[in-house]
């Protein structure tokens, strides 16, 4: 969720350790004015004021505007970020989430997961696993030598056990480095989905749906009420035209043709005469 002006006014000042009135000593702007643009009712900012936060903050005008989420790098080019066709691409369509992404990106463990990462695609940790599990084989090899132990020897299933598959673990490393990230993220966004708005979209289409598998309920009626709900449609400001050719749109609906699901009853369908 974006912050409002008066949050990335209050957000910047905090991080900088400073009161209004030590904000207002170092940018000449008056207390009362610092105060209200951190108010709830805050209503507009001076165009001088804006940029001379900015400055002072080190931030872009559009960033404080909210704008953009960008703070400091406004004109970064695109050369310099080594981003490829296929990553413009992907940024631009919409198709991710890009807040959540650079979220994803600036984690102060997502350097490790990339390494991690590198070095499992690379094949780095391959000689190395191998060399490991060369050991072990040896050690095993000189023990089958001189005591012959039976397979169910301890100590020969403990070094059977210490032979590392380089796949599954480099995996199993990549797979822990990118739960921590994912475990921080839904953290940092618990308010989020905390505070979901008790007025759920659905609740009419339940109702309407509810409505329309009541035996007691005019089929037609309930049938009508079911489409209204869904395209969020005023049924009483529908015209008796207008009704009537809504009648024979949903005529050819799948849905309102199947019967009614309830048990120990038959006939009763959702049909639109």
Excluded at 155 to 167: N, S, T, V
Excluded at 216 to 231: N, R, Y
Aim: hydrophobic fraction near 40%; charged fraction near 25%; glycine fraction near 4%.
């Amino acid at each position: 969720m974006a912050l409002t002006i008066q949050e990335r006014l209050k957000d910047l000042r905090v991080e900088r350790g400073l009161t209004l009135e030590q904000l207002a000593e170092q940018t000449n702007l008056s207390k009362s004015a610092l105060g209200s643009y951190e108010a709830a009712d805050f209503k507009d900012i001076s165009h001088y004021a804006l940029i001379k936060l900015a400055q002072f903050y080190g931030v872009t005008a559009d960033y404080l505007l909210g704008l953009s989420e960008v703070k400091r790098h406004p004109n970064a080019d695109l050369a310099d970020l080594r981003l490829s066709d296929g990553m413009i691409d992907l940024l631009k369509s919409g198709r991710v989430d890009n807040s959540l992404l650079c979220e994803l990106a600036a984690h102060p463990d997502f350097p490790r997961l990339m390494a991690d990462l590198e070095i499992y695609v690379n094949g780095t940790a391959v000689k190395q696993v191998q060399s490991a599990n060369a050991i072990v084989d040896a050690m095993s090899a000189t023990i089958m030598k001189q005591h012959n132990p039976g397979l169910t020897d301890p100590q020969l299933r403990q070094l059977i056990a210490a032979h590392i598959d380089d796949d599954s673990f480099c995996r199993y490393i990549i797979q822990q480095d990118i739960n921590g990230i994912a475990l921080d993220l839904r953290e940092a966004h618990r308010d989020n989905f905390l505070s979901v708005p008790e007025d759920n979209p659905l609740k009419g289409l339940l109702e309407a749906a509810t409505e329309i598998t009541d035996p007691d309920s005019d089929p037609e009626q309930a049938s009508l009420a079911f489409i209204c709900k869904w395209l969020k449609l005023n049924l009483k400001k529908l015209s008796e035209d207008e009704k009537k050719w809504l009648k024979k749109i949903a005529q050819k609906s799948d849905l309102l043709k199947n019967p009614n699901p309830q048990r120990g009853k038959r006939g009763n369908t959702w049909r639109i005469s």
